[in-house]
């Protein structure tokens, strides 16, 4: 079974680049941690076919961007994918994700994969929202939030993990899953994989290769949220009397 | 402006009502446009399984003809019947949406991004698909005539549900508790959880967690679970103990209104993140704690 997996690198939230707003262009990028969890499912359900990573650039700038993408992508293929897809593409920064979308359909169909993995989300955005689209666009079913996944006969069979339910969804390949972070243990690659992996292709496309054109873009400001907290820290006393200063604290709030 | 309400309950029903105009509904059963009747111009009533995401969408993308706007709840399957609606419909889909508003053909709303350590101010031009995220839209719809209507539909999907199995769901509401004591990888073995529980008790309180604590040493049942993929909380207290405060924990404490922390490392970011900490072992204060404030409640 050929599998593509969604790639995304995401913005490394622990290391914003913050001034007035978030300076995204200055923000380095990470594999959204949620993707390891399909990267190890992909390889594990992959047997004797290939398994495929798939990018699209979301974050610029182009240049600067592409190259720490790529490194990205060699961790994922350590992990045990066999090659990787790299759209990058002016039009695609801050792109719509209906362009988005598209671009990984696209991609998705030039490899023929019967399986497209994803994480449930990304942890920058964590929208969620592009397996369900990749799955329309390729008109294909999806079952999103699966903690557990099985394929038989054709057919995937997930556990959803909803609010307060789990549904056992079955669906017929070729089909869109993404998944949750309670799936696996993503592996360690070994620094033999880690080498090897220096050596798989990844392929870089534009949306020219691609043969497709997109909407419009994106706009959108980030601001630092900043925390309103009274951050008043207790060090000094014994225990006794830290205790004894909280709850006069929170007996002062109202709140016990 | 026209807006369509999926999956409607009180708060979106509001919500789309302080956008001015026309509001509809769309429901999947008798029984829900009953529920919705006098609180929306037109109700649809698509007759198909909203459990099953592909066929919702496809109710969605052609009740939302002639809408400027479709706005849902952000739970995890609107989240992707909206992802499905949205890409045949060709629009932007938003999510976990704090606050909006329609302009000229555009929609202006904020949400949080990068970890919550962020917010984000995005402009898309309508239509769109927005999902909204719970508490940010308080009040009452207003009392309108509703015309029902029923949307012809020959429901088509591709999957289906074997077995459903309810999550063991204690007395824990954790979306609704006034006090939380929540517990972290501060706590070295499982029985220690006791004394969380024993200080939740005396503060008539329930007991939160990390994601470790359920997810890795599955110590609690996942309905503990606080942050980012957890539950979103917002009680008086919000009582963090031997919880580092990594943003995706923060995350889901932001709307309480005191947060306090223990936490013997006295760099550890909870306390950037609260009002009171303490930095103290937590071995050490719980039990006097559970004592002074047990002496408190029972006189
Ligand atoms: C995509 C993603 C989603 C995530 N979602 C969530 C989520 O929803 N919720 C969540 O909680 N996490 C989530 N996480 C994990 C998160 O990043 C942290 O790993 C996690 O919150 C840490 O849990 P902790 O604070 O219990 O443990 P640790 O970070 O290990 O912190 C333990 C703390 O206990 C303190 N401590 C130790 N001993 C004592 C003592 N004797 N007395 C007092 N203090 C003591 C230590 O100083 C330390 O600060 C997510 C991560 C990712 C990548």
Sequence with gaps: MKIAVLIKTALDTGQLRVRDTVVVEETPLKISDIDRNAVEEAVKLKGKDKAYGVTVLKWGPLQKKVQEAENVLREALAMGLDEAYLVADEKLLNASHIATAKAIAAVVKKVGADLVLAGEATVDNYTGQIPARVAAELGWPVITYARELKVEGGRVVARRDLEDHVEVVEAPLPAVVSVTREINQPRIPTLLAIRAAMKKPINRLTLADLGISVEPKISAAYKPLVIQRKKIVIKDGTPEEKAEKLIQYLRQEGVI | ?299
């Design chain 2, 1 to 299: 402006m026209k807006t369509l309400v999926v999956f409607p309950n009180k708060e979106l029903l509001y919500a789309a009502s302080t956008l001015g105009g026309e509001v509809a509904a769309l429901v999947f059963s008798q029984k829900e446009a009953e529920a919705v009747s006098g609180k929306a111009h037109k109700i649809l009533v698509a007759e198909v399984d909203p459990r099953l995401p592909d066929a919702a969408a496809e109710a969605v993308a052609k009740a939302a003809a002639g809408y400027d706007l479709v706005l849902m709840p952000s739970t995890k399957n609107a989240k992707t019947v909206g992802g499905l609606a949205a890409q045949k419909l060709g629009v932007e889909l938003l999510v976990d949406v704090l606050s909006m508003r329609a302009e000229g053909g555009v929609l202006t709303a904020e949400r949080y991004v990068f970890g919550n350590k962020a917010v984000a101010t995005v402009q898309v031009s309508l239509p769109a698909v927005v999902t909204v995220a719970p508490g940010r839209f308080q009040g009452e719809p207003p009392a309108v005539q509703s015309a029902v209507e029923k949307l012809a539909l020959a429901p088509t999907s591709r999957l289906k549900i074997v077995a459903v199995e309810e999550k063991s769901r204690g007395a824990v509401r954790l979306e609704e508790a006034e006090i939380i004591v929540s517990v972290g990888r501060g706590f070295k073995k499982k029985e220690d959880l006791q004394m969380a529980f024993e200080l939740a008790k005396v503060l008539g309180g329930q007991v939160g967690c990390s994601r470790p604590i359920a997810a890795d040493l599955k110590w609690l049942p996942e309905e503990h679970w606080v942050g980012l993929s957890g539950k979103k909380v917002k009680p008086k207290l919000y009582l963090a103990i031997g919880i580092s405060g990594q943003p995706q924990h923060i995350a889901g404490i932001l709307d309480s209104r005191i947060i306090a922390a223990i936490n013997n490392d006295p760099s550890a970011p909870i306390f950037q993140n609260a009002d009171y900490g303490v930095v103290e072992d937590l071995y050490k204060i719980v039990p006097i704690l559970i004592n002074k404030i047990s002496k408190l409640k029972g006189g």
